[in-house]
């Protein structure tokens, strides 16, 4: 599967190279990040975006804060206040907790959540193919350049195009910051699967149409019972699959369900700038002045659900004793 993957890595610069993703897809310019803060300020500001992403470029971001010399406790701060909806960055800044002073151990457990990401995406795509067939549709972007693996949802579709399972796709453009428009239509041309780009109020008409057969969509953090969070607009999605009788599936690693939570009630949702909405890449669209909201995300209750789909294979309900039993395996 070709890939294109939001960072790479250069030892000998100490360097964590970011690839902006607010430039695509007009073009691909790379950005030098040197310490942690400049990492926080990157999440922050979605050059790098998508909950297994942002993890990995946590833990780099930890790793590169001992090489500046940092004060070790106020990176992990930074980064901690960086996005607060995605678990993958808590779990990996837990992760490189005990590294903390040991350069050589933290840059081998920051490679390791690295390296875990693509081994579990292969299997995400692998058993999320399975269960996808006909036309899907999806939200947001969770393709290899969301993650720095193979991808989630994205991963799952291309796969499952690459056997045959699947004749085409419907793409969100997922408003206010068109991930999908952006992002997830340039993976989806790079990977020769056929696709079309649709506002995100498109969706009922199509579903009523009888043009979509399943949605499938990311996740950037569960609750025990299987509620999850992800982009705003995913919430909305599963009401009209559920109304239309369409299956509708959230892809994700076991990293990404927070088992401190009991359900998505609790799950904190970051609240992003009103000009995001008002105006689109500096462009005003709206009255000056004129107030606005920017939820992040929206949380999708578990009854929603047909499926969740995971590196440990695909739960059904009851989701709560399926998620609870895959965890206790470890």
């Keep these: ?17 970011l690839i902006d993703q607010r430039q695509l897809p007009q073009r691909e310019e790379w950005l030098p990040v040197k310490s942690a803060a400049e990492a926080a300020r990157a ?6 975006r998508g909950a297994p992403a942002i993890g990995v470029t946590a833990a780099y971001g930890m790793v590169l804060a001992q090489m500046a010399g940092e004060d070790l406790d106020e990176a992990e701060r930074l980064l901690a206040d960086s996005r607060p909806t995605a678990v993958n ?15 050589e151990a933290s840059l081998r457990e920051a490679r390791a959540i690295w390296r875990e990401v693509e081994e579990t995406e292969l299997t995400i795509s692998k058993n999320g193919a399975r269960v996808l067939k006909g036309q899907v549709l999806t939200h947001c972007n969770t393709g290899p350049i969301a993650t720095g693996g193979y991808g989630t949802a994205l991963g799952a579709i291309i796969e499952a195009h690459r056997q045959g399972r699947i004749s085409h796709v419907w793409v ?11 992002l997830t239509a340039w993976e989806l041309q790079k990977a020769g699967v056929p696709a079309t780009l649709i506002s995100d109020n498109m969706a009922g008409h199509f579903m009523k149409q009888g043009e979509v057969d399943q949605v499938i969509v990311g996740v950037d953090r569960m609750a025990l019972n299987g509620d999850f969070a992800n982009k705003i607009g995913t919430y909305s999605l599963a009401v009209l699959a559920h109304h239309h009788g369409v299956s509708f599936y959230p892809a994700l690693p076991f990293s990404s ?3 401190r939570l009991e359900r998505g009630a609790d799950i904190p949702i970051e609240e992003r700038s009103a000009a995001e ?5 500096g462009v005003p669209i709206a009255p000056a002045g004129f107030p606005a909201r920017h939820p992040a995300f929206d949380v999708t209750p578990h009854q929603l659900i ?4 995971t590196e440990k294979g695909i739960i059904y309900p009851p989701f709560d004793e399926g998620l609870r039993n895959a965890l206790a395996e470890g």
């Design 43 to 48: 999440i922050k500001d979605m050059v790098v």
């Design 277 to 281: 909405v008002t105006s689109i890449r």
């Design 257 to 259: 369900v927070d088992p």
């Design 89 to 103: 960055l808590f779990h990996a800044l837990e992760r490189m907790r005990p590294h903390k002073g040991y350069l």
């Design 172 to 182: 969100d453009e997922t408003r206010p910051y068109l991930q999908g428009a952006r």
């Design 306 to 309: 047909t499926g969740i789909i």
């Design 1 to 17: 599967m070709e890939r294109t993957l939001p960072f790479r890595w250069d030892p000998e610069k100490r360097t964590l190279w």
